[in-house]
């Protein structure tokens, strides 16, 4: 063996992002990609552009998920979503250096958006197991029965994603939809999908159920029309659409009766959100149960 | 791939099925048995198995990859909406449960007539297919919608009975008025090779049909292990006088697929080029999605031809994969994407 010991440069592995449907991580039916930029216009990535069966497969994907998400306890939705934020605590590295580039902000600007990020997962785990007390409860009735309104999720949601924020803005309102048992077809920022397309490797690694979030990323326009249309498709949250598009979303959306949620101007993704969001996709469920039947003295007990 | 694998594999997996021609052409069609140009090698149990046994060995894997290169067809507009509504009328919409009620029954019957009570464009199914003492009440639900009911008999699903008993329903259901009868083959006997006792079984029950049931004989080709196996029963029970083929009773693991239907639609083409009798396929079980079905259909045109392409020739046994053809045939209709809530919960 010769002596001389060369040191040979290493082959960086580049990354290839992918959109994240029902547990996995599909390219692009359509097999599109687009190029994303950094703040600066340097190429960061090719991103999948997915198209409108993107988007359908990702409904059935997100249906399919549905009664299991709904249906497990409160507490244990909690508990997932907890494990969300310890497993973005272990990538923050990673956030922080996708934040940065994608929206020209110094490391410790994008550092604290990233922690408000992990901050905001961890705030909206807490709500699992008590929003039904605040929006729910039981009801004064007069006659002998218990009335209880009980707060339940909506059913799939379609989340266009904020397109400034694309972190904290994208946590902001993925994780007051999936809290109540909702499931999410999350369409990321167009200019900056790559923490969102990251964010789904860290779903996928934390005891999410497939199909709980699918994010897909292309064109927002060309995305959300279909899903605005789709009839399995029970509410829409329009945080990322523009005016004219939001608009045009809104009336696609009126053919199903959608539950749709306007697009609102935020100042501070990082200020505290209050229940705005996480109110906007519950449906309230009334019953009634009897006490029993009634003694003498007007009263079963 | 598969594409450079069909084109090498095309000639061998197109060669005809056929066996060599008997010496001397059959004298005459006795009672009930078919009359056709093959009939004397049924004469014996080993004139029999020495023609099942002729038969060319299938080529597995260029079966397999002819299946998929027909299977990535790209069907679409005008094209879709033909093959959508062709595959709707091809449907034998089925019910096989333990748990089966005359109601069910009856909206089984309901939805068979009016797939999409939005859209009554929408053409019915071909049939319903229901155990035989639902017979009466199916044959009520559909009366007067041209759906045919037909009854799964002879033991259904193992077939593990007496012949007297599997007779016996066969003759009830076709009593209660089943236009079509789905009978299972004696896979025990097949497997062990004894090929005349299957043979005489179906021929026993075609007699017990008479001339108003059409009889589908199910080989169950996930219990048969080979191609060669799907082949000479394929071979079997046409000439044994089946009115059509049939894949499987969908209570097994594997079901209808692609190259076990083709191999089935090939058959059948030999068989009539052989002998002039037309005969029909239906594979049942596991079929769920439209594109599936349209898969299935590419099939059919390119192997047996457009004869075939009707519902007295080829049928679908499914009941989930109706909906799923409702759902697109909305899409192409409204341009949105339909869902579950929109079709009937069955």
Not at chain 1, 175 to 193: F, H, K, L, Q
Not at chain 1, 271 to 283: Q, S, V, W, Y
Not at chain 2, 130 to 159: C, I, N
Request: charged residues 20%.
């Amino acid at each position: 063996m010769s002596e001389k010991s060369e040191t040979i440069e290493r082959l960086s592995v580049f990354k290839t992002y992918k959109l994240y449907v029902g547990g996995k991580f599909p390219r692009s039916e359509s097999g599109r990609v687009y190029e994303v930029t950094d703040s600066k216009g340097k190429w960061l990535a090719n991103a999948p552009q997915a198209s409108r069966k993107d988007a359908r497969d990702a409904v059935v994907a997100a249906r399919k998920a549905f009664g299991g998400w709904a249906g497990a306890t409160a507490y244990n939705r909690g508990q997932v979503l907890y494990r969300v934020a310890e497993m973005l605590e272990g990538r923050r590295g990673q956030f922080v250096r996708e934040v940065a580039e994608a929206e020209g902000l110094s490391k410790a600007k994008a550092a604290a958006q990233v922690d408000a990020a992990v901050d905001r997962w961890v705030w909206y785990a807490g709500w699992t197991d008590k929003i039904a007390q605040v929006v729910g409860g039981g009801n004064p009735v007069a006659g002998p029965f218990f009335n209880l309104s009980s707060p339940e999720p909506t059913g799939v949601v379609t989340v266009l994603a904020p397109q400034e924020s694309s972190f904290l803005g994208l946590v902001s309102v993925v994780a007051p939809v999936i809290a109540t048992g909702n499931t999410a077809v999350v369409i990321a920022s167009e200019r900056a999908p790559l923490p969102a397309l990251s964010l789904g490797e860290v779903l996928a690694t934390s005891d999410l159920p497939g199909g709980v979030v699918n994010v897909l990323s292309g064109r927002t326009a060309e995305i959300a029309a279909p899903l605005a249309a789709h009839q399995d498709v029970n509410a829409i949250d329009l945080a990322g659409a523009d005016e004219a598009l939001a608009k045009e979303l809104e009336v696609a959306a009126a053919d199903n009766l959608k539950r749709v949620l306007r697009p609102q101007p935020v100042d501070d993704w990082s200020a505290t959100p209050g229940l705005d969001r996480i109110t906007a996709f519950l449906e309230t469920k009334t019953v009634w149960h009897p006490t029993g039947s009634l003694g003498a003295s007007g009263s079963s007990y | 791939m598969y594409s450079r694998y069909a084109r090498r594999y095309a000639r061998l997996v197109t060669m005809p099925s056929t066996a060599p021609s008997p010496k001397r052409s059959a004298p005459l069609a006795q009672g009930g048995a078919p009359s056709h140009t093959l009939t004397d090698v049924t004469a014996s149990d080993s004139t029999l198995r020495r023609f099942l046994h002729g038969l060319p060995g299938v080529d597995a894997v260029g079966l397999e990859a002819r299946a998929a290169s027909l299977g990535t067809r790209s069907i679409k507009t005008t094209s879709k909406a033909y093959a959508i509504d062709l595959a709707i009328s091809m449907v034998d919409l089925t019910t096989l449960e333990g748990a089966d009620t005359p109601g069910k029954v009856r909206a089984l019957g309901a939805k068979a007539a009016h797939p999409d009570p939005t859209d009554r464009t929408t053409p019915t199914t071909a049939a319903v297919c229901v155990y035989p003492d639902m017979v009466a009440v199916a044959k009520e639900a559909v009366a007067g919608s041209g759906v045919k009911v037909a009854s799964v008999a002879t033991a259904f699903p193992a077939g593990r009975a007496a012949l007297e008993v599997k007779l016996a329903d066969v003759r009830d259901a076709v009593a209660a008025g089943a236009d079509e009868i789905d009978m299972v083959i004696d896979r025990g006997a097949f497997l062990s090779g004894h090929y005349l006792k299957v043979h005489d079984e179906i021929v026993a029950v075609k007699e017990a049909c008479g001339t108003s049931a059409r009889l589908k004989v199910i080989f169950e080709t996930g219990e048969l292990s080979t191609y060669d196996n799907i082949r000479r029963a394929s071979w079997l029970g046409m000439l044994a006088g089946a009115d059509f083929i049939k894949t499987s009773t969908g209570k097994v693991a594997v079901n209808a697929t692609p190259a076990n239907t083709l191999l089935m639609l090939e058959a059948v083409r030999d068989f009539r080029a052989q002998t002039g009798v037309q005969i029909g396929v239906k594979p049942a079980g596991g079929i769920r999605t439209s594109k599936d079905a349209i898969k299935f259909l590419v099939l059919v045109n390119e192997t047996a031809g457009e004869d075939w392409l009707d519902n007295h020739w080829f049928r679908f046994g499914a009941s989930s994969l109706l909906n799923d053809l409702l759902m697109q045939r909305q899409k192409l209709a409204t341009g949105r994407y339909s869902g579950p809530d929109y079709v009937t919960v069955d």
